[in-house]
């Protein structure tokens, strides 16, 4: 069964573009969930999709922004970026609609803002 | 923000000895979770131990849970020095799969 899969693993913008990175859950979750790492403020959740819906959302500017498509993919996206954003974005699914299991996390997005 | 800290922040020992790792957090839990990270990777779950119990025992990890002081912690026993990685402790309330981590205990294991 394949793992977790998060594209693009590295990328490089400049402050003012905007990114998208793409999530693919083990097959049959239908929870997707967002963090961001950074060396200053650790693991922070940005969001969760269950079945295409938002379900929690972490407290992130409205910069950041997600969706879940029906095949439970999942993208999120930064706009205007900031020398901030520069992260390890990193993609969890999960097969339960409540926590009562393991998250699965894919590799990550490293995100470099210059 | 983060649930809470953990402790050490880093912690240096010799294969073979015994690691443990501290986590305080602040709300009431649904569970509490461990997870590894090797550089710059993805976590790996390790462990989840329920609010209703106190241990909880996985291979070489024996994890324990103190609610009414809201703590926890992750011993390694026999480390080897593939258990060279970050390790974070994370718990779930009711919301879903939002989990709140802390800010990681960074654990190198020499040969």
């Known amino acids: 069964k394949a793992g977790v899969t998060q594209t693009p693993r590295y990328l490089i913008k400049t402050r003012g573009q905007q990114v998208t990175l793409s999530c693919s859950p083990i097959?049959?979750?239908?929870?997707v969930s967002w963090y961001q790492q950074t060396p200053g403020q650790g693991l922070q959740f940005l969001f969760e999709?269950?079945?295409?819906?938002?379900?929690n959302k972490g407290n992130f500017p409205g910069r950041f922004s997600g969706r879940q498509f029906s095949n439970s993919r999942s993208e999120m996206n930064v706009s205007t970026l900031e020398l901030g954003d520069s992260a390890l974005y990193l993609c969890?699914?999960?097969?339960?609609?409540?926590?009562?299991?393991?998250?699965?996390f894919g590799e990550g997005s490293r995100l470099t803002v210059l | 923000s983060q649930q809470g800290e953990e402790d050490p922040q880093a912690l240096s020992i010799q294969e073979g000895e015994n690691a443990t790792m501290n986590c305080s957090y602040k709300?009431?839990?649904?569970?509490l979770q461990w997870y590894r990270q090797n550089s710059g990777r993805g976590l790996v779950h390790l462990i989840l131990?329920?609010?209703?119990?106190r241990e909880k025992h996985s291979g070489r990890l024996r994890v324990t849970l103190d609610t009414s002081k809201k703590s926890s912690s992750l011993l390694i026993t026999a480390s080897r020095a593939a258990d060279t990685a970050s390790y974070f402790c994370?718990?779930?309330?009711?919301?879903?799969?939002?989990?709140?981590f802390g800010g990681g205990t960074r654990l190198m294991v020499k040969p």
């Open positions: 969890a699914s999960s097969l339960k609609a409540i926590n009562t299991g393991e998250l699965f």
């Open positions: 097959s049959g979750h239908r929870s």
């Open positions: 999709y269950f079945s295409e819906t938002q379900r």
């Open positions: 709300t009431s839990i649904n569970n």
């Open positions: 131990i329920r609010s209703n119990e």
């Open positions: 994370a718990t779930g309330g009711d919301a879903g799969n939002m989990l709140t």
